[in-house]
């Protein structure tokens, strides 16, 4: 099982400050996501990375995958209360009886007013 | 709008009893999954479905098994609940591309 190991799991910061969470493995991947869970609703995904070295911007939102495809990380500019919530980050393993999606332990966000 | 749905937000249990969690989807998705969620370890995979009728094994399917009759309804059944069977289920489905769509959630506590 490919492990991906997420830091920090939580961080609290003042509405306006900027924040970056990390998702680290020692293994490649071929591709890697990012989803977001706000309390009581399930995850929803924000994006999919694929090509080492990318960068992909949503609104305040900045994801970059690393160049060896083993890391990744988001930056949120100019945090705002609604951008708290539980980030986590998937990776898919095929397998020949199809598609899985592994995910971290998740970094916990709290923006406070 | 894409919809997940599952039968219940909350749901108390008693240890023995035999509980069932649904789950729909109306995206006509070949793929669906049964997650558990619990602090500190991140979602793990129990089930997927890749097909009507086809079941696989995730990462801790013991105590748990799961149906899938029709292509919109994956379920998921606890023969006989455990107290460390107390957890956050989410169900999810997806195409054939990884993008995975999740239910709202069923917080499962068994007494």
């Known amino acids: 099982t490919q492990l991906l190991e997420q830091s920090p799991q939580f961080l609290s910061i003042q509405e306006g400050e900027n924040l970056t969470v990390y998702c680290n493995s020692s293994s490649v991947f071929s591709s890697l996501q990012w989803y977001r869970q706000e309390p009581g609703e399930g995850p929803v995904l924000l994006v999919t990375v694929v090509t080492g070295g990318e960068v992909k911007k949503l609104k305040r939102l900045t994801f970059q995958f690393g160049d060896a495809r083993k890391d990744s990380s988001l930056h949120i500019t100019a945090a705002q209360t609604g951008d708290t919530g539980l980030y986590l980050c998937?990776?898919?393993?095929?397998?020949?009886?199809?598609?899985?999606?592994?995910f971290g332990g998740g970094t916990r966000v709290l923006v406070k007013p | 709008d894409v919809k997940v749905t599952q039968s219940s937000r909350y749901l108390v249990k008693r240890t023995g009893e035999k509980v069932f969690l649904e789950c729909v989807q109306d995206m006509d998705h070949e793929n669906m999954f049964w997650y558990r969620q619990d602090p500190g370890l991140g979602l793990r995979l129990i089930y997927f479905?890749?097909?009507?009728?086809?079941?696989e094994k995730g990462d801790i399917p013991e105590g748990y098994s799961v149906s899938r009759e029709k292509k919109e309804r994956f379920s998921l059944i606890l023969e006989s609940a455990s107290t460390n069977q107390t957890s956050m289920y989410l169900c999810?489905?997806?195409?054939?591309?990884?993008?995975?769509?999740f239910g709202p959630g069923t917080r499962l506590t068994v007494l």
């Open positions: 999810a489905s997806s195409s054939q591309v990884d993008d995975l769509f």
């Open positions: 998937a990776h898919n393993i095929k397998g020949a009886a199809g598609n899985k999606l592994t």
């Open positions: 479905s890749y097909d009507v009728k086809m079941k």
